[in-house]
Every structure is written in C-alpha cells, then in structure tokens.
C-alpha cells in the first residue's frame, strides 16, 4: 500500500473512532473550586463529547489548576486558565479552615452551615472566607472585556457546576445561550429540587443533613419540616444574596433572579441512581447518570497484585478516606493503624503522611496513591473502608464490596446511611473524634464476618449494572439531545406559574366561596320552607 494511502486509511479510522454522531459545536464547561471529585465528573463529560466530535473549552481557576491532574484531560480539549483574585495561600487557608472544621465535626452540622451563612459565627476565619467567596464571585462573573471574549468564542452550550452559579449567570446574562447544570451528587433533600421544580413530599423525602431515611416516625417528620424551612432560608435567600449583589453592581441582574437562572437550565445531570437514593419525584430534564466514573476493573500493577495474592483465603480491605489523609494528626493515624493490625485480612491503606504510624502491623501495605476502582474490583477484596464520597459510594456498589464509612462532613453521612439501608454497610455514627481503635476494630469485624453484607452489596450491584447504557454515555445522549432539540419539551410549565397558582389557592378561594355560598343558599331556603309550615 502507498504511504499516503495508508495515512488517509489512517484518517478515516481517527475519524470514524471519534463517533462524529453529530454535528460539532462549540462547548464551554467551567470547573468549579471546589473539591478535585467535581473536576474528575466535568472532565468525563468533556472527554466524552470530544469523542463525539465537539469542540470543548475547559476554564478553571489557576488557584486550583495545580491540584487538579491534567493527565484527566483529553489532549483535543482548549483548557483556559482563568485568573484567582485569591492568592494560593488563602485558597491553602480555606482548605485547612474547612479540614479543621471537619475534624471537629462542625461541618455536619446544618446549624453551623446556617451560621457560615448568615455571618453569625463568632470566627475571624470564618467572616474572612465568606467575604473571599464574594470577592470570587466578582472575579468569576469578570468585566466586560472579559464578557466580550467569551461572547466572541461563540459558544453553543456551556456546561456548569450546581457548586458555581456564576456560570450560570454568565450562560443566562451575558452570552444568552442554554446551559446544562452537573451536580456531583443528588438531589440529596429539597434543595436541587427547589431549583428544578420538583414536588419533595416532606412526608418520605429526608432533608439534608437529617440522617434520616424516607420512612419517618412522626418526631422525625416534624424535625424535617423544620429542617425543610431552614434550608429555604439559608439556599434560596442568604447563599444567592452576595452573588445577587455582584449582579446588581455589574448590571446585569436585569430582572431575573437566580432561582430563576437556574429553573432555565436545560438539563441538569447528577451523579446519582436510583439503586443509592431513595425513590422521589424528578422532572423529565433531570438526568440520573449515577456512577459515571465507575468502569470495570484492570489487573493491577504486579506489587499490588502480589500483595492482594499473599493475602491467601482471609482476603483483603481497601482503606481509603481521602479527605483525611490531609487532616489526620500521629495519634489518630495510630489509632487507626493498630485497629487494622488487629484484623484477619490484609489491608491496603491510601496514606500520604511523612511518618509511619508507630502502630502499624505486618499485615497493612501502605501506599500514595491506590487504584482503588480495580483494588475493589478484585475477586479477594473482602471490605472498603472510605469516607463515604459519592464516587466511592458508586464504586463500592458497582463492584459489590461491602462498606464501613467513616463520615467526614456534609452528605458523606447521607451517602453511608443509603448504603446502610441496602444492608451493605455500617459506618462510625459519631463522626471521626468519636471513634476508638477499639469501636473502629469491632465495626470492621461486624461487617467483615456476616456474610448478609456481601450479599446485599452483590444485589445492589446487579441492579446497579442492569441499564441500558453507561451512565456517560447517557448523560452525554442528552447533552446533544438539547444542542439539536433545545429543553423546552423536558421543562414542565410551573416555572411560570405563581405561588399562589402552584399551590391552586385561586381555585381553592372560588371554591371555597362558592360553597359557602351554597349551605348559607340551602339554610335559608330550608328555614324559608320551615316557617312556610309553621304559618300553614
Ligand atoms: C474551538 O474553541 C476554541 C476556543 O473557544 C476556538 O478558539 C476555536 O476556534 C474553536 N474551533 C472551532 C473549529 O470552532
Ligand atoms: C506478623 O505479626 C504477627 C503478630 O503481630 C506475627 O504473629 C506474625 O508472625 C507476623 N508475620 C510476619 C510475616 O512477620
Ligand atoms: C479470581 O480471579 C482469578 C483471576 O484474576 C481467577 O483465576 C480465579 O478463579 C478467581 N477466583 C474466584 C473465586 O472467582
């Protein structure tokens, strides 16, 4: 064959492997600043739409760019690194003010979370972190010169993190173009689905940051309640105001509030399936794309291999709570290593401190970096110990391998109590400054020696793996759905009906009146009829 023949077989091959399904458009994704997990999702997606031949852009903060793994990042994708007005050290700060936080159990706490907002919390560190977000929402929704780049790059879609509203606002305000929200996570209590106008019965929908399941006993529905109007007040009034105020001030509010902003999303996908959440209403923009980075697993490297082989019949745990291998202080790395020590398996532990626990046993491997989808995917591997993330929660399912979570802060808890309630885990309920080297060892033994855990997750994960197409791929389906259709079809009419007309209080009025109208009509007649007889 000629060389130039082979190079355009070569062509055709690339082009055919980039399933060009449909027409290539111009697609904006926004990172957020929050934690690498929400990168992790926002870079499938553009991974996979520049397999179907888009043209994806990828901004983020440069304060973040250095903690984010490039190498996750399709090399076809722009990436535009955007200017933090937050010098590294405060971003540094922030994370560690949120670690300590963490620690203390505070950030499981909707109180405290209510206090963050509102300015109540009596905490210079605290008031200085709110008044940076502020400023970044400034930085974020930029000047005009930098609107007038974005409108020039003629984008057809842009892709936002629920996390950074201002996304959305620039999508709404400035470039007027449809917006498709990602939330790492559910539609955990009320919150997402007030944005999304859908019903959230308080009767069997849990609130976040409740613990509770969707059967409530009667005290826990009226704690709910109460929780329920919590929410509101802080979500849809205090957590927007600033936001609202950087609008004002760059006029571009122009009437819209942000709920509304956020009601015009075409689509929004989440992280999330009905096999972990418990059963509620959705809107049909909703798309449920649980799971997206879970993949079936590869053989591992040959130490882990050998490793994981030497552990013989007793098998072996996976042990990786990521968020507080940053946090966790000696004592508490030597608690958790001599409970491990204890154990009848062999474990591998995600550990990136400088020193070795003083208590570790011969039995534990520790190791920087895990390839825990394909650690849980092996046929020894008898429990997972993480903290309860949602991408863990997806993993642990997929791979049917029971749990112990130890919850660190805000919906880890509600992730680990789903898992409970498919009977496929167990996890610290005090929160990490509770725990004992001996309580952890018993929860572990707990899980690891009835076989119903095992059972339950291998359930779990059938249902989980009976679905027509990948959850990327699907999410992915219905981004280019509404490139080629728009969203009107999927968005129900209630965003344009008022309060008073949601909640049929119109209707109810005239028919109350009419009623009253009625039996006061029937009264008179009736004693009109009765005097009538008397007189006779
Ligand atoms: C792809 O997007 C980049 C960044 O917005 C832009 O510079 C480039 O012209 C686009 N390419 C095509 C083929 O549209
Ligand atoms: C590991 O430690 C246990 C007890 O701490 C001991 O019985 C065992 O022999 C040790 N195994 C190896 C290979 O050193
Ligand atoms: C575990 O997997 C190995 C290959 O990785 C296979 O040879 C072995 O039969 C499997 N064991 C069980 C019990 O499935």
């Not at 870079?43 to 996750?72: Q, Y």
Request: proline residues 5%.
């Amino acid at each position: 064959m000629h060389r130039s023949s082979a190079a355009a077989w070569l062509l055709v091959l690339v082009i055919c492997s980039r399933q060009s399904t449909t027409e290539s458009k111009n697609i904006l994704i926004v990172d957020s600043i929050v934690g690498g997990s929400h990168f992790q999702l926002l870079s499938l997606l553009g991974n996979e739409l520049v397999k179907r031949g888009h043209n994806v852009t990828f901004r983020i903060a440069e304060c973040v760019w250095h903690i984010r793994d490039r190498a996750n990042l399709d090399a076809a994708i722009n990436c535009q690194p955007f200017r933090c007005n937050a010098p590294e050290e405060l971003v540094a700060k922030m994370l560690d003010f949120f670690s300590r936080k963490t620690l203390s159990g505070e950030m499981s706490s909707i109180v405290w979370f209510a206090k963050l907002w509102l300015g109540l919390l009596d905490d210079p560190e605290a008031k200085e972190l709110m008044n940076t977000m502020q400023d970044f929402n400034e930085v974020l929704l930029g000047d005009g010169d930098f609107h007038a780049s974005l409108i020039a790059a003629n984008y057809d879609l842009a892709i936002c993190d629920l996390m950074l509203p201002a996304c959305s606002v620039i999508a709404h305000d400035v470039l007027d173009i449809p917006y498709v929200n990602v939330a790492n996570g559910g539609p955990l209590g009320t919150r997402y689905s007030r944005w999304i106008d859908t019903p959230s019965p308080l009767s069997y929908v849990p609130e976040y940051l409740t613990h509770y399941t969707d059967s409530m006993t009667f005290p826990q529905r009226i704690k709910n309640s109460l929780a329920h109007a919590f929410s509101v007040f802080i979500y849809d009034f205090s957590s927007t105001s600033g936001l609202e105020a950087v609008r004002e001030k760059l006029g571009l509010r122009r009437g819209t509030s942000m709920m509304e902003i956020w009601r015009k999303s075409s689509l929004f996908i989440f992280n999330w399936d009905f096999v972990l959440e418990y059963p509620r209403p959705t809107q049909p923009n909703v798309i449920m794309a649980g799971g997206v980075s879970v993949r079936p697993p590869q053989p591992l490297s040959p130490d882990f291999e050998e490793f994981v082989q030497g552990s013989g019949d007793r098998g072996v745990l996976v042990f990786s709570v990521s968020t507080l291998t940053n946090i966790m202080d000696d004592a508490m790395a030597d608690m958790i290593a001599a409970a491990l020590a204890r154990l009848p398996l062999r474990v591998v532990w995600k550990f990136v401190g400088d020193r070795r626990p003083a208590t570790l046993g011969n039995n534990t491997l520790l190791a920087s970096w895990l390839p825990q989808g394909d650690l849980l995917g092996h046929n020894k591997t008898k429990l997972f110990i993480f903290h309860g993330g949602i991408n863990g929660a997806y993993e642990s399912i997929y791979h049917g391998v029971p749990v112990v979570g130890i919850p660190l802060f805000a919906d880890q808890i509600d992730n680990l109590l789903r898992l409970r309630s498919l009977g496929m885990a167990e996890y610290v309920e005090g929160g990490i400054r509770e725990v004992t080297s001996d309580t952890l060892y018993q929860l572990i033994m707990k899980v690891a020696s009835n076989p119903s855990y095992k059972q339950h997750a291998v359930e779990a994960s059938g249902k989980f793996k009976a679905q027509p197409q990948q959850p990327l791929k699907q999410a992915v389906f219905w981004i280019d759905h509404v490139l080629h259709y728009g969203a009107d079809h999927l968005r129900s009419k209630v965003g344009e009906l008022s309060w008073i007309q949601y909640h049929m209080l119109d209707v109810a009025g005239v028919l109350a009146a009419f009623s009253i109208l009625l039996i006061w009509s029937l009264r008179y007649c009736f004693s009109a009829l009765c005097c009538r007889a008397k007189v006779a």
